[in-house]
């Protein structure tokens, strides 16, 4: 697949280049160079132009990109972002599961979003502070623009408490995944997420 969208590019490049050539051969206003010439001599001009701009649009768009990854993992246990962690309630119908948040690149960007871990109707969602909290609607969301003070690599650390609303053994297990919520599809274009997801046995 890599390599065909490379031939497609490059065929695209070539089109553009014999378009503007055609159109606009700065190079045949010269005497002294021969028609065959100059348009040999504007094509491969034009093309390294049109290298140079699209390497200069890559760059930009690299520059705005970031990298975000959300683990959930079990206490005492190494986490990793291929596992599905599977977590109980104990008698009082209390659980709980850990998050690391890892982060770098372009901040100005990740500021624009939070992370939310969706309301359940099984189970209330607890938190106390204010880089992570329980909105209005029983979600946990971690406000990436408080989290996000400074540059450079960011790690932390969250303990997400769940509270069983109901007593009976419903039985079964609820997958729960994180949400990335941005100000626009602009935005989210730019985060590149890596996450696992867990499970919460019923």
Do not use: H, W
């Amino acid at each position: 697949m890599k390599f065909f969208l490379k031939g497609v590019k490059e065929f695209i490049k070539v089109i553009i280049s014999i378009y503007l050539t055609n159109s606009f051969n700065l190079i045949s206003k010269i005497p002294f160079i021969s028609p065959g010439d100059a348009f040999a001599t504007c094509l491969a001009l034009y093309m390294i132009f049109i290298d140079l701009l699209l390497e200069y649009i890559s760059e930009k768009i690299t520059s705005y990109k970031c990298n975000l990854e959300i683990v959930f993992y079990q206490k005492y246990t190494v986490p990793e972002i291929t596992s599905i962690p599977k977590i109980s309630v104990n008698k009082l119908g209390l659980s709980e599961i850990n998050m690391i948040v890892s982060f770098n690149g372009n901040t100005k960007i990740i500021k624009k979003a939070k992370i939310k871990i969706p309301q359940n109707s099984f189970f209330t969602i607890q938190s106390n502070g204010e880089i992570a909290y329980v909105d209005d609607e029983g979600s946990y969301v971690i406000d990436m623009s408080k989290l996000v003070q400074g540059s450079g690599n960011i790690e932390k650390e969250f303990l997400i408490s769940f509270t069983k609303d109901t007593y009976e053994n419903l039985g079964g297990n609820i997958e729960i995944k994180p949400e990335l919520v941005c100000g626009n599809k602009l935005n989210r274009f730019f985060i590149n997420l890596r996450n696992n997801k867990f499970k919460i046995t019923l």
